[in-house]
């Protein structure tokens, strides 16, 4: 079997190429990293250097492919509108129209859960559960607009299925938990509400099981959408004290108001605006939406349709994170 994995030099999409190595597949891996990229030649991987907005690449690299695993994506909570578009909408697109052109027998589209977010507390979303009118930030936006794309391509007889995978997580985490550390060990973390909203969390092996289920799916699946999440909704609080403690490290949680801190990264977020070449903003209102804001997902249809269960639980995930940050430096190893 033949596949091809878009976002190969990420985290979800190195992790994936690997497995499917190891499982026997034939495997070309598209990204931007040559570092990355290079460790995955190493593996068995053929490693090709594209942006996704790169429409002859895409097109040329899903040529002869029995899977199309589409895990590529801009994603931030800050940046350029264009560039969210260009990566998540037209890549999207031209993966579309390569398995599309080349036959390809299935196409498995990773998008995100942050396109549910409204800055309400919401627990055991479906994924029939509302969409808000006005989407969180670009990164949403543009990523219900890739979910747009592939629903007109299922419409049409393109054979794909979505996942909707919730804050991944585990060694070779450079997001998530990372930033949670570092911000631990710089100003302490802040703890909106006390930390006291519930969160779902999903080990990156269970993730990989997902897409390989997508993969071999019954036809029922086929232009269907499926929550994806490790199935133990957790208090933040709760969650970032067991963290501190595998790593051996004291948490210093910083109990601060909703709106004050809100109040904050709207103002930091408008001096990014208006004055030339700034960064991403220390915080983003997005950011303290997430760490202020319940959100948990339902994976019932993940379960009985696609027969996901998770393996690893949150806290051997832990485990193996912290293991792993503590073995390379801090995760810089």
């Known amino acids: ?34 570092t990355a990229g290079a460790a995955l030649t190493r593996q068995g991987v053929c490693f090709v250097r594209a942006d996704l907005s790169d429409e002859t690449a895409v097109l040329s690299a899903c040529r002869g492919q029995d899977a199309v695993f589409h895990c590529g994506a801009l ?3 800050w940046g350029r509108y264009r560039e969210f578009y260009d990566s998540n909408v037209l890549g999207t697109r031209h993966v579309i129209a390569g398995c599309l052109r080349h036959d390809v027998g299935r196409m498995i589209h990773v998008s995100t859960p942050t396109v549910y977010f409204d800055y309400t507390h919401r627990l055991q979303i479906p994924e029939s559960g509302p969409l808000p009118d006005r989407p969180a930030n670009a990164y949403a936006a543009t990523k219900r607009l890739a979910e747009q794309e592939v629903e007109r391509a299922a419409a049409a007889g393109l054979p794909v299925v979505t996942v909707r995978p919730r ?7 450079t997001a998530i938990l990372p930033r949670l550390i570092r911000a631990n060990a710089a100003r302490g973390i802040p703890l909106i509400g006390g930390g006291r909203i519930e969160v779902d969390f999903t080990y990156i092996d269970n993730a990989v099981d997902a897409l390989l289920l997508c993969a071999a799916a019954p036809s029922a699946a086929i232009g269907r959408t499926y929550n994806i999440t490790n199935g133990e909704p957790a208090r933040l609080v709760e969650v970032l004290q ?15 108001p909703y709106s004050l801190v809100y109040g904050a990264a709207g103002l930091l977020e ?64």
């Open 75 to 77: 994603s931030s909570p």
């Open 1 to 34: 079997m033949k596949a091809l994995v878009t976002g190969a030099t990420g985290f979800l999409g190195g992790r994936l190429a690997a497995r499917l190595v190891g499982l026997g597949w034939s495997v070309t891996a598209v990204g931007r990293n040559e």
């Open 242 to 256: 067991q963290l501190f403690d595998k790593l051996g490290v004291p948490m210093r949680g910083k109990p601060v």
């Open 167 to 173: 804050a991944l997580f585990g060694p070779g985490d």
């Open 270 to 333: 408008l001096i990014a605006r208006l004055v030339p070449g700034s960064r991403e903003p220390l915080l983003t209102r997005y950011t303290v939406g997430v760490l202020g804001r319940s959100q948990t997902l339902d994976i019932t249809a993940a379960r009985r349709e696609l027969g996901y269960a998770p393996r690893v639980k949150l806290e051997e995930g832990l485990d193996a994170f912290a293991a792993w940050w503590n073995e390379h430096g801090g995760g810089n190893g």
